[in-house]
C-alpha cells in the first residue's frame, strides 16, 4: 500500500523539505516522514502538490510520457477573446519549442478562494479574469509563458488538479492523506 499527500501549497513555500533560509520549506507544514514530493511548483505558484512515499507512483506522476492532465486556475490581466483560447487551445510557440495543445476555457473566480500573502499587484485600469487551463505536460514555468505568449501575464497561478486528485477541501497550508 502505497501513502500520497496531497497538500496545498501557499505561495511563497519552496517544494524542498531542507531549508533554504530565505523561505519556508515543505518541512514548515508537513511533519511526515518518508515522503517526497511528485513534482514541484513555482516559489510564487500555489496549490496541489502530491508527495508520496512510492517511487513508483512518484515516477508515473512526473513522467511526461504518462501525460498526467493538471489543471491550474489561472487569474490574467486583462479579460481573453475565444481568439487567445483557441491558441492556447492548440498550443503555443514558446522559446524551446510549441506546447502540445491544452484545454482552456474562461471562468469564475473560484469559490471560497483563499486570500493570497502578498496580494496580487492590481492596476485601476486593467481588469482581470480567470482561465481553467488544463495541460499534460510540465516545463518551466510553462502556464505563465503560456499565457503570456497570447497577450495576457498571469498574476496568480493555482494548480486545482493532478489526474484525479484535486484541491478540494484543502485550505492553503493543509494536506490530507490517502492510502493508495
Known amino acids: 500500500m502505497s501513502r500520497i499527500l496531497l497538500f496545498n501549497k501557499p505561495y511563497g513555500v519552496i517544494c524542498q523539505f531542507s531549508k533554504d533560509g530565505l523561505h519556508p520549506t515543505l518541512a514548515d507544514y508537513i511533519a511526515v516522514p ?4 511528485a513534482g514541484r511548483l513555482d516559489t510564487d505558484s500555489e496549490g496541489l502538490l502530491l508527495l508520496t512515499d512510492d517511487g513508483k507512483l512518484q515516477h508515473r506522476i512526473t513522467d511526461p510520457k504518462h501525460k498526467l492532465p493538471k489543471t491550474y486556475w489561472v487569474q490574467v490581466e ?5 481568439a487567445a483560447l483557441q491558441k492556447l487551445r492548440q498550443g503555443v ?7 502540445l495543445p491544452a484545454e482552456a476555457r474562461l471562468m469564475d473566480e473560484p469559490e471560497g478562494l483563499w486570500l493570497r ?12 479574469s480567470w482561465i481553467a487551463l488544463t495541460i499534460r505536460e510540465g516545463r518551466n514555468r510553462q502556464v505563465r509563458r503560456m499565457t503570456a505568449a497570447v497577450g495576457f501575464p498571469t498574476l496568480r497561478l493555482i494548480r486545482y488538479c493532478i489526474g484525479d486528485w484535486t484541491l478540494d477541501d484543502l485550505a492553503s497550508g493543509e494536506w490530507s492523506s490517502l492510502d493508495v
Open 34 to 37: 518518508d515522503v517526497y514530493p
Open 78 to 82: 486583462g479579460i481573453p477573446d475565444e
Open 93 to 99: 510557440q514558446l522559446k524551446d519549442g510549441p506546447t
Open 117 to 128: 500573502d502578498p496580494p496580487v499587484r492590481f492596476r485601476q485600469a486593467i481588469p482581470t
